[in-house]
């Protein structure tokens, strides 16, 4: 019986197939094109090169090219022959080896290096170990503090230096007295104005980054890691340096990226605090280039600030490589034990309390009090005033300017503010998810890639550039002829909501796609076959399954966007034109003017919405902005 | 009625051939194991039928009808080839209801309302969890969540159905008992069942065929005890079976129909209806004697058939005892039924039926000589 048994030993092709039609080539074409189509990844591949292409590379080409062309305004420089638009290395040559190259470039080259590198060694170490405190000791009041130490996000780096000056500035620089001046203390000039100012409101800005990135690493480290040091007889310090410490260094080094480069870039703090004693840096540089019309040398600076970027990060890359798949291992650490800070329990949280205060309560208070004060520089009670909050116009004081509240052109731009704030977050965090969809999904493909590092390209420009960019693109309009049609292949944007709008949004892609891809990653692709299988197309699947799973991070990188947005100086002060001015250009021209108690009004409302908006999507939507900024 | 046939499926990812070759029939209501260590490709394979990736060359027929033509770039919407798959994560969706989980597919389907309430009912008291309808995935344990994967994936009346792994999260007690209830929901909804495990107990106990992949290879496909009994290779033989089965090297020589094999074990001569297709052609070779475990016998007296062994150590377990035999240089591992005792380095015999042994070629690994079949009806 059982020999008649027919042994199947190894698997043989089958011989009963059912009936096969035979090889079509034209049905495989049509296959191919029919599964491209239906394939939603392909369609949202496609359509996110083509809009990055358009709005990310070409503006890049065009800046580059325009570091090659030679511009109206320098043909005359040149002499002989020269038409406008040839190719020239002038403005390379210029920037680099003539005889200002030292003033343009070097000096305020090292400068920016100075402050960066500065700020990012005290910037990161101040966030990390507040980080440390706040998740992993017995500190008290802990809810008061976590929500404290990211004020200073949502306040602008510049209103911060606005407060610096009211305190320090002195009659010889400033004009008019700080309150240290009045207190009759002697503020030196170094004090108050150049790198250490800049350093010093830089640092109280930018450790809120790495307070936010490290501290969501630390929340995710299983504190079964560490007391498995302590069960082995490792001391505490030990197991923070070998241990905790190692866990977190990828934030530590993304957090480095994140600051290094945003004080690299920034503007608004050496504009306050750099000018008025001729310390430049290069985006103080690049704006006064830009400024004075020479467009080609400023795009020259830019594009060897953004080689810097590219460095920059290509470096921690490499430092960080491998090491960055650990940041998460061991998932939510379920129980996590505090470590005890015994007798130092008291004076750490004293320092903290007084760095809350200076750092984060009195910058505002300064702000806000100086509202109150009719005459800048007058701190006693009787020169106290509500003028420029609810005051009418009065010739006497400042040409008339009215209180805020009864400027009509406030109200003005606060509607201008509110509409280009919320369009542009919403936009952008729609196609932040979207390519966090594609980015998740794609990870292994070669497309997915392709959309990754195009995103990440508006990352590398500083803002001022990227505003500087915008402008030359869309300036004039560019169209083709094509078969006799007409077809605008560039508008003319400049002076319109749009290119704000447009420039906001893309500058800010990096983070909305990063926040997205944070958020999609946590949603297994799993739960979305299991939907394919059941029948359900791909916007069945976005509305039913991926849009309510992604809802508290779709808020996270909504609020991430709209508190970046609503400070924003640097990426619009170039394309402002005056009907479309927003809060924050409207505080940085009053202070320009000098008219600073106006500008603190402004200061003080954009900070209110931001903390407003931030409140209640923490509240209702348990939204994190650290997801976002994670790299 | 659902036949499956792969036909020469082959998948990659990137430059790693993750299924090789692969052929494959499951026939109607087949409950059909695919087993194989972690990373061979049977999960791969599952999800290739379910639609959810896409072999670069094959064939795929459910039926008659063709789902996957590879060369004409067809790949049938997993939606529309009639079957459902049990995830090994559950991946039930969080935010709805375990009514709404399991009505889901339905919904998508336009079915009307008032049957969705009537089919979701009828697949959740099949599961036995009726009175969970209204909670959430988060709020319901291990096994419970369990079911309501299974509901969920049997509510549509697939032809088919697909487990990947799906008791690899529950404890062992659990275990045992979802066992018994997959395999009454076998032979209840009368779908063909395409389970993958790496558990080859659950293979053994609950399949009535079985493939096993090694490397992205289909090395066999049998009812659960003909791959017990003759596993094709050495490698088989030894995933399958706990205890592991005996390898004892030997020497074997073939001479048109007879085969003759020496080892400690002795010399056994076998006839050419015992031989697979891998036998070789006339010569001498090295070979592995394979001897499961409960097919050697104990005697402690002399006996002139036996083979003299020693007792290396005694191991027993209640039900079963398990003892280390130590033949010459070689070690063997002997099951008997119940408690014995023995004492160490005590003499024993050893009784093995040459009949139900395995040979296998030891340079290509291939069984060579069958055993035959002890199994009472």
């Given at each position: 019986m059982v020999s008649e048994m027919q042994v199947q030993v190894s698997a043989q092709?089958?011989?009963?197939?059912?009936q096969s039609r035979p090889y079509s080539r034209w049905r495989k074409y049509k296959n191919i094109v029919r599964n491209a189509i239906s394939n939603p990844y392909n369609l949202m591949v496609l359509a996110a090169i083509v809009l990055l292409t358009y709005f990310i590379a070409v503006p890049l080409m065009e800046m580059i090219r325009t570091t090659f062309s030679l511009a109206k305004a320098d043909v005359r420089r040149l002499g002989g022959d020269a038409q406008v638009g040839q190719f020239t290395l002038y403005y390379w040559k210029q920037i680099?080896?003539?005889?200002?190259a030292k003033k343009m470039l070097y000096q305020p080259l090292f400068n920016s290096f100075i402050i960066a590198v500065s700020t990012s060694a005290i910037g990161v170490s101040l966030g990390a170990i507040i980080a440390w405190l706040l998740v992993r000791?017995?500190?008290?009041?802990k809810r008061f503090f976590s929500l404290a130490v990211i004020m200073p996000y949502m306040l602008p780096s510049w209103c911060k230096s606005m407060a610096w000056i009211t305190v320090f500035k002195n009659?010889?620089?400033?004009g008019t007295q700080g309150f240290l001046n009045y207190l009759g203390i002697q503020t030196p000039d170094w004090l108050a104005y150049g790198p250490v100012a800049i350093v010093a409101v830089l640092c109280i800005h930018y450790y809120a980054y790495a307070y936010l990135l490290v501290s969501a690493a630390l929340r995710s480290v299983n504190s079964e890691l560490e007391e498995m040091g302590e069960i082995l007889g490792a001391s505490k310090p030990l197991i923070l340096k070998s241990i905790t410490f190692p866990l977190v260094l990828p934030a530590i080094l993304s957090s480095v990226i994140l600051t290094f480069s945003k004080s690299m870039g920034t503007f608004g703090v050496p504009s306050f605090l750099g000018l008025k004693v001729n310390y430049y840096t290069i985006s103080t540089m690049l704006h006064s280039t830009i400024k004075n019309q020479q467009t080609n040398l400023g795009f020259t600076i830019s594009l060897i600030l953004i080689v810097i970027a590219s460095i920059n990060i290509f470096i921690n890359q490499k430092l960080i490589g491998t090491r960055k798949?650990?940041?998460?291992?061991?998932?939510?650490?379920?129980h996590s034990a505090l470590l005890q800070l015994g007798k130092w329990k008291v004076p750490i949280t004293v320092l903290l309390l007084l760095f809350i205060v200076f750092a984060v309560f009195l910058p505002l208070v300064i702000l806000l009090y100086q509202t109150f004060?009719?005459?800048?520089?007058d701190y006693g009670l009787?020169?106290?005033?509500l003028h420029y909050w609810i005051?009418?116009?009065?010739?006497?004081?400042y040409d008339g300017l009215p209180g805020i509240f009864n400027n009509v052109k406030f109200w003005h731009y606060v509607r201008n503010t509110l509409k280009l704030v919320i369009v542009t977050s919403l936009i952008a965090t729609i196609c932040g998810q979207l390519l966090g969809y594609i980015n998740s999904r794609g990870r292994h493909l070669r497309s997915g890639r392709l959309v990754e590092q195009l995103v990440f390209i508006p990352y590398l420009i500083p803002s001022i550039a990227f505003g500087a960019m915008y402008l030359s693109m869309f300036a004039s309009s560019t169209t083709v002829d094509i078969l006799g049609y007409r077809i605008t292949l560039?508008?003319?944007?400049?002076?319109?909501f749009t290119v704000l709008v447009l420039v906001s949004i893309v500058k800010h892609l990096p983070f909305a796609s990063r926040a997205g891809t944070a958020n999609m990653i946590q949603i297994s692709v799993e739960l979305e076959e299991a939907a394919q299988i059941a029948g359900a197309g791909f916007p069945t699947r976005f509305a039913k399954i991926i849009f309510p799973l992604s809802k508290n991070g779709f808020m996270s990188g909504f609020m991430l966007i709209f508190i970046s947005i609503m400070k924003e100086l640097d990426l619009i002060v170039i394309l402002m034109t005056p009907d479309q001015t927003t809060l924050p250009y409207m505080a940085y021209t009053y202070s320009a003017e000098g008219v600073t108690q106006l500008s603190n009004c402004v200061a003080i409302v954009m900070f209110l919405i931001v903390f407003l908006v931030y409140w209640v999507a923490n509240k209702?939507?348990?939204?994190?902005?650290a997801g976002g900024l994670g790299g | 009625m659902s036949r499956i046939v792969l036909s020469e499926i082959n998948k990659y990812y990137g430059s790693n051939?993750?299924?090789?070759?692969l052929n494959l029939v499951v026939e109607d209501g087949d409950f059909m194991t695919l087993l194989g260590?972690?990373?061979?490709g049977k999960t791969t394979t599952l999800r290739v039928i379910a639609g959810l990736e896409k072999p670069q060359s094959g064939n795929i027929y459910m039926d008659e009808r063709e789902v996957v033509n590879a060369k004409e770039r067809f790949y049938e919407d997993p939606a529309k080839r009639g079957l459902n798959l049990v995830f090994q994560s559950y991946?039930?969706?969080?935010?709805?209801?375990v009514f709404d989980n399991v009505a889901f597919g339905l919904k998508v389907e336009k079915v009307p309302k008032a049957q969705i309430a009537q089919r979701v009912q009828n697949a959740l008291e099949r599961m036995r969890i009726?009175?969970?309808?209204?909670?959430?995935?988060?709020?319901?344990s291990g096994g419970q969540q369990q079911r309501v994967a299974i509901a969920r994936a049997i509510v549509s009346e697939p032809k088919v159905l697909l487990l990947d792994e799906?008791?690899?999260?529950?404890d062992a007690k659990l275990r045992v008992d979802m066992r018994s209830e997959l395999k009454r929901l076998h032979r209840e909804l009368g779908a063909t069942i395409i389970y993958v495990t790496h558990d080859q107990v659950e293979a053994l106990t609950m399949s009535t065929k079985i493939a096993i992949f090694f490397d992205g290879v289909l090395e066999q496909v049998n009812t659960p005890m003909e791959v017990y009994q003759n596993p094709a290779s050495i490698r088989i033989a030894d995933f399958i079976g706990n205890p592991r089965i005996n390898f004892i090297p030997g020497k074997a020589q073939r001479a048109g129909d007879l085969l003759t094999v020496e080892s400690v074990l002795g010399i056994h001569q076998f006839n050419a209806?015992?031989?697979?297709?891998?036998m070789p052609g006339d010569g001498l070779f090295d070979c592995v004697v394979g001897v499961r475990p409960e097919q050697i016998e104990i005697s402690r007296q002399e006996n002139a058939a036996g083979i003299p062994a020693n007792i290396y150590s005694s191991m027993p377990a209640g039900s079963e005892t398990l003892l280390q035999l130590s033949v010459g240089d070689v070690q063997i591992l002997a099951k008997q039924i119940g408690l014995k005792n023995y004492a160490a380095d005590q003499p024993v015999w050893m009784l093995i039926n040459p009949e139900s042994i395995n040979i296998f070629?030891?340079?290509?690994?291939?069984?060579i000589k069958r055993a035959t079949s002890e199994t009472e009806e």
């Open positions: 092709p089958p011989s009963n197939l059912p680099l080896t003539s005889s200002v000791t017995d500190l008290p009041f009659e010889r620089i400033g798949s650990y940041a998460t291992i061991g998932g939510k650490g379920g004060m009719l005459r800048v520089g009787s020169n106290f005033t005051g009418k116009s009065d010739p006497m004081i560039i508008p003319a944007l400049y002076g319109t209702f939507f348990n939204a994190n902005i | 051939h993750v299924l090789k070759d260590p972690s990373g061979c991946a039930l969706w969080p935010h709805m209801t009726s009175e969970l309808a209204q909670r959430y995935p988060s709020e319901l799906p008791l690899s999260n529950l209806d015992t031989f697979t297709n891998e070629h030891k340079e290509t690994g291939r069984l």
